[in-house]
């Protein structure tokens, strides 16, 4: 129960220590949104669409990187043999000596075992990293020129681990009731301006991959299976045949997959979105709570920021306890399943429409989430309080002590996921007091003005990885106000 209480606190990741106070805000009023706000927020999209770019990348860019993945996983043995083929296109301006390929596997000792690697059919020299690959390419890659890689390699997935108060919990790897599959392939990750590659060093809580929007074809043969198994992936099967499933999904930030043979699965359908729970058999009412929760947020957040990006969304209890995103399936706790009563007012609430939102802040759009964690954290913190503001008003008061001020939250938003010296300061920060500061900046703008600004944010930096920087360059066409260096939120 303690670890418990540690982790629902936040949406998506993990550890503990104090921080250094600094002076802050005022809390931020408690505001609903009217029905004459929701109807201007609706209606206004023609001044945005004047001002709006067209994205670097779109879903259905052909010079994305592909990902074809054969995937034979004998469930006896939880193992998974995997054949690879990227096909890379170097979009940049600059020649490529060399491809990194980020390879979260490596990090579990004896789970990766490489079997062989081409590329162009010939022979890779690559050098192996603790969580990565180096390709040396002995050509280089000319801007718009295109490279074939090949990966064979086995998995051999870790047990999950128990868990720890000072390490972000395991979500790759099985338990007696679940086996999830989740950056378990090697990837290549965007390059910056300066063609870095934009590849951290992991951390014990937060995030530290960036993901560059990539089309996925992948084929699962379930080998040895129990009876009943099924599969939560990030889409909708392209087609099945007894135990072979095959997915097309275009345009995704990633491709994460669990099998169990215990979930019960339910489904709904919204505005042509397939919506689906898999759920322990001991937890079906909440999860039809969820289920409901979730299309719920959907609808809200498709009106508020910009329509849903995926086809369909996938959530899976986890048998770990923490909360985390990918794009089109996020896992749930089983802890939050365990405090559901039967009403809205909960964790499993809040933590289902949090987890929601990252289909907008994360996968639709973007950021660099070692370097900038704010970006995302904050935005899907706060859209969790225009889900009770819109469906539960009763309930606004609730959600800021419960979620929020009861914490006491401190420290500065803009931090690295390296800075915060421990989960509780990087938790207070990133998720609670960036919520705090969202509530500042609508406080000041006024709905109207706050919503257009979130419209012409998505709607510009859809299919792109967003930066802070971009963030409030753009907010200065909304208002005079420098609110990143009036604010004291913000370290500068």
């Not at 938790?427 to 406080?443: I, P």
Request: glycine share 4%; aromatic share 16%; net charge negative.
């Amino acid at each position: 129960m303690i670890f418990l209480f540690i982790y629902m606190l936040v949406g998506c990741s993990k550890s503990d220590i104090q921080e250094t106070q600094v002076n802050e805000p005022p809390n931020p009023g408690f505001s609903t949104l009217t029905p004459e706000i929701r109807n201007a927020i609706q209606e206004t999209e023609i001044e945005i669409q004047t001002r709006t770019p067209e994205p670097e990348k779109k879903a259905n860019d052909p010079g994305l990187p592909e990902y074809s993945l054969n995937v034979k996983f004998d469930y006896s043995k939880q193992s998974a043999l995997v054949n690879e083929t990227i096909k890379y296109v170097n979009n940049s301006k600059q020649i490529l000596n060399n491809i990194r390929l980020a390879t979260d596997t490596l990090r579990y000792p004896g789970s990766l075992s490489l079997e062989n690697v081409l590329v162009n059919s010939n022979e890779g020299n690559f050098e192996v990293g603790k969580y990565y690959f180096t390709l040396l390419l002995k050509e280089g890659l000319a801007p718009g020129e295109k490279v074939e890689i090949q990966i064979e390699y086995l998995l051999s997935i870790p047990p999950l681990p128990p868990p720890a108060d000072d390490l972000k919990p395991g979500i790759y790897g099985y338990s007696t009731v679940q086996t999830n599959l989740v950056d378990w392939y090697p990837f290549i990750p965007p390059l910056s301006e300066n063609g870095e590659w934009l590849l951290h060093d992991p951390w014990f809580y937060g995030e530290y991959l960036v993901y560059d929007l990539a089309n996925f074809f992948v084929e699962i043969e379930l080998i040895n299976a129990p009876i009943n198994t099924t599969i939560a992936t990030s889409s909708i099967p392209a087609s099945q045949v007894e135990n072979l499933y095959v997915y097309s999904l275009s345009g995704a930030r990633n491709f994460a997959w669990s099998l169990s043979p215990s979930y019960v699965i339910e489904t709904k359908e919204f505005n042509g979105i397939k919506i689906s729970t898999h759920t322990f058999p001991f937890h079906q009412q909440a999860g039809s709570h969820v289920l409901e929760e979730s299309t719920k947020a959907i609808e809200l957040y498709s009106r508020l920021f910009s329509p849903y990006p995926r086809e369909n969304l996938t959530i899976v209890e986890a048998d770990f306890l923490d909360g985390m995103e990918y794009d089109g399936l996020f896992f749930l706790s089983r802890g939050f399943y365990n405090l559901f009563d039967y009403t809205p007012q909960n964790y499993l609430t809040a933590i289902t429409v949090h987890e929601t939102a990252h289909q907008w802040w994360y996968a639709s759009i973007a950021n660099d989430q070692a370097l900038e964690p704010w970006l995302d954290e904050a935005l899907c913190t706060y859209s969790e309080i225009l889900f009770f503001e819109e469906y539960y008003p009763e309930l606004v008061d609730w959600w800021w002590e419960y979620r929020v001020n009861y914490y006491q939250p401190q420290g500065f938003i803009n931090k690295s996921i390296y800075e915060y010296q421990g989960f509780v300061p990087y938790r207070n920060a990133t998720y609670l007091q960036g919520a705090k500061f969202l509530q500042s900046l609508r406080d000041e703008l006024g709905d109207k003005i706050f919503f257009d600004f979130l419209k012409e944010y998505t709607a510009s930096q859809k299919d792109k990885i967003s930066t802070q920087t971009y963030f409030f360059e753009l907010l200065q066409n909304y208002s005079e106000i420098d609110f990143y260096n009036s604010s004291n939120y913000f370290y500068k």
